[in-house]
């Protein structure tokens, strides 16, 4: 049974930090390239970073740039979105995302509110 366990996720004052680990398992995990995205209320979801599978290739969203870093540990079968500097505008629910060729699996996702 594939699973994507996303927590971590909390209020949080602007400038503070967060991680969040997803934990995956069901497939093999190191073959998947791993996504974060973000959706925020009456917004689209949006991209905020992936991995790829192999060589750890990060990309980010330009809004997350200098703040915020993804990476994996492929022995634990856990991807993690290092988030720091936090802003109002980062407040939405973080769902991680496991894709390989025309396969994806999805997280259920954890809400990150920053608030003071």
């Known amino acids: 049974q594939v699973q994507l366990v996303e927590s971590g996720g909390g209020l949080v004052q602007p400038g503070g930090s967060l991680r969040l680990p997803c934990a995956a398992s069901?497939?093999?995990?190191?073959?998947?390239?791993m996504y974060w995205y973000r959706q925020a209320p009456v917004k689209e979801r949006e991209l905020v970073a992936n991995?790829?599978?192999?060589?750890?290739?990060?990309n980010y969203a330009d809004s997350v740039k200098g703040r915020f870093t993804i990476s994996r540990d492929n022995a634990r079968n856990t991807v993690f979105l290092q988030m720091n500097s936090l802003k109002h505008e980062d407040t939405a629910v973080y769902y991680c995302?496991?894709?390989?060729?025309?396969?994806?699996?999805w997280g259920q996702g954890t809400q990150v509110t920053v608030s003071s």
């Open positions: 991995i790829t599978s192999v060589r750890g290739i990060t």
């Open positions: 995302k496991a894709k390989r060729a025309y396969t994806d699996y």
């Open positions: 069901g497939f093999p995990f190191s073959l998947y390239t």
